[in-house]
């Protein structure tokens, strides 16, 4: 299968619309969106609940059908089903058939995918070591905790060897550690050589995971790039803290440099731009205080996101 | 791997399903006491004891499979789409239509097993009494057959658009309407009006004519089959049944779960 390696997965104008009723009247859920997956890449979309992220991921897998625009994965038509056998998706919260055990459930999905006789076996006994459910593979799945359920959806997703996973919402409801462990399955695959999708709006998650990412907020997309550009765009600066600066001083400082002043009496603490440390440090040195630290600061995911949406909450009302 | 190959793995799953589910034992249990109970209704008859004990062993295979082809098929599509387990089934490289198929099938072959189980006590109820046992008795049971994988499909449709509930009461509805199309439309036939001939007519073509796979009275009184009382309802058996399913695909195949 030969596939632009910068198109992995397509999505052009993409425009969904629900009925909310049983009336005429149609609620636009996707407005136009478009995106780039590439190659090799862990890709986050990521958006607030109600953004349009799990019904863009339907769409892709062929579980609800656009109204317009084009979605393609691996260079095929989402409409199409023969492209599947090299996906693996995990829907959020995921329900299996519980009266299945997880060696029979991974094997019934290892059938459906196409997996060969002799390599089934194997090739599930492979997966539930993988995703740490070898010892429970012969207990019916209606006896599994939740973070079980979790990784048994991983290994289905994963037990044809897919190039691209389709991941919803992986570490939404588990504990600390039933995260950790997905995310480190995650960007084992990364090392595999896979392409990752996933849905999230789990934002420590992103910045720990993700490679590039699309920010899509009431069904449009705000942002799509690197994580790192992401960061880059937005202004850096540094915590300064000092100890003996004259009130007066420290009025001075955030007139001039715009600086955040924090505290008070003895020990304060500036938050000042990138650009204007250098000056900052001179002047507050020149005045006798004494500089305790300097610690440099980027803006955090969590507040650009915020700005993110504000700004396209405030673009859909406008 | 093939598009059989694809539905079989569905059809076995479903078989599996039933096979670990408690409400089919619970029916098959009472359905066979029931063909148990007929030794006991025969005994009050001077006359026609045998008669009895088969009508009641017939009548009790036929409702008892409709009731489970009902209550299972009406949640044979929409449990699945309900609890999502149909998203990760059909993110694998299968279809809509493969799916649906495979349920189907699987919910036939379901049916159909404990049907034999159903068959075997009838049979041997009616060896330990003396009752006889003829062909008629083979066709009535292959044509009941034909009518459960038919109320099946009638279930299937229902399921893959609307609830269970909604669903049982159109699907049990029709089956209930479907014994009855035959003698409306002979009464509708000696009206003088010609609109109710019209309509009586019009009901028949349209609803299941499932009259026709009735082959009790002739099993029950020892009366001969031809092959033509098999053959013509199992053609229009399975006429109706591609009609249903392809109907039943038609409207899966264009559903949105969100």
């Known amino acids: 299968m030969s596939v632009d390696?910068?198109?992995i997965v397509r999505v052009a104008n993409l425009v969904k619309d629900f009925r909310p009723g049983f009336g005429l009247r149609r609620k636009r859920v996707l407005h136009a969106i478009s995106f780039n997956v590439r190659e090799g890449e862990i890709f986050g979309f990521v958006g607030p609940n109600g953004a349009g992220k799990t019904t863009t991921l339907k769409v892709l897998m062929g579980l609800i059908r656009a109204n317009a625009g084009e979605a393609s994965v691996l260079g095929c038509d989402v409409r199409e089903t023969q492209f599947r056998r090299?996906?693996?998706?995990?829907?959020?919260?995921?329900y299996f058939y519980d009266f299945l055990t997880g060696r029979e459930i991974l094997t019934f999905y290892a059938k459906l995918s196409g997996v060969a006789r002799?390599?089934?076996?194997?090739?599930?006994?492979t997966l539930?070591?993988?995703?740490?459910?070898?010892?429970?593979?012969?207990?019916?799945l209606r006896t599994y905790s939740k973070g079980m359920l979790q990784r048994v959806g991983i290994a289905q997703a994963l037990v044809h060897d897919p190039t691209v996973v389709f991941l919803d919402e992986p570490m939404s409801g588990l504990d600390p550690i039933g995260r950790k462990e997905i995310r480190d399955l995650i960007l084992r695959l990364r090392t595999e050589g896979k392409t990752v999708f996933m849905n999230t709006h789990i934002l420590s998650d992103v910045e720990m995971v993700c490679d590039r990412v699309a920010i899509i907020v009431a069904g449009r997309i705000t942002y799509e790039g690197a994580i790192e550009d992401f960061l880059e765009g937005d202004e850096r600066g540094a915590d300064v803290v000092i100890a003996g600066l004259a009130p007066e001083m420290g009025a001075r400082l955030e007139k001039q440099f715009g600086a955040c002043l924090r505290g008070h009496g003895y020990r304060i603490e500036l938050r000042v731009a990138e650009k204007s440390v250098s000056d900052v440090l001179r002047m507050v040195l020149g005045a006798g205080a004494e500089v305790l630290s300097v610690t440099p600061h980027r803006v955090s995911l969590e507040s650009i996101f915020l700005s993110a949406v504000e700004k396209g909450r405030s673009g859909e009302s406008g | 791997m093939t598009?059989?190959?694809?539905?079989g793995t569905i059809a076995m799953n479903t078989v599996r399903e039933a096979i670990r589910s408690r409400l089919l034992y619970v029916l098959l249990f009472f359905a066979i006491a029931l063909i148990f109970t007929g030794v006991f209704l025969s005994a009050l008859s001077y006359v026609e004891s045998e008669r009895i004990l088969q009508d009641v062993g017939l009548a009790a295979v036929r409702l008892f499979s409709v009731a489970i082809a009902i209550f299972v098929g009406v949640n044979l599509i929409y449990k699945d789409v309900d609890r999502r387990t149909v998203y990760t089934i059909l993110s694998k490289p299968l279809s809509r239509t493969e799916f649906l198929l495979g349920k189907y099938v699987g919910l036939v072959l379901t049916i159909w097993m404990q049907m034999v189980i159903m068959i075997v006590a009838f049979v041997g109820v009616s060896q330990a009494t003396g009752a006889p046992l003829t062909e008629a008795h083979a066709a009535a049971f292959f044509l009941i057959a034909v009518e459960l994988a038919l109320v099946v499909a009638l279930a299937t449709l229902f399921s893959a658009f609307t609830t269970p509930m909604l669903a049982s009461f159109f699907a049990g509805g029709l089956w209930f309407v479907g014994h009855l199309t035959r003698d409306l439309r002979d009464i509708g036939a000696n009206s003088d009006l010609e609109s109710v001939r019209r309509f009586t007519g019009l009901l028949h073509r349209i609803l299941p004519d499932l009259d026709s796979f009735n082959l009790g009275v002739e099993a029950a009184h020892g009366l001969a089959v031809t092959a033509s009382d098999v053959w013509l309802p199992l053609v229009y058996g399975l006429g109706y049944i591609a009609i249903l399913l392809v109907s039943a695909s038609t409207l899966f195949e264009r559903r949105d779960f969100r």
């Open chain 1, 5 to 7: 390696p910068a198109g």
């Open chain 1, 86 to 94: 090299h996906v693996g998706f995990l829907p959020e919260n995921p």
């Open chain 1, 118 to 125: 002799a390599q089934r076996a194997d090739r599930v006994a």
């Open chain 1, 128 to 140: 539930l070591d993988w995703v740490g459910l070898a010892d429970a593979a012969d207990a019916r």
């Open chain 2, 3 to 7: 598009s059989l190959a694809r539905i």
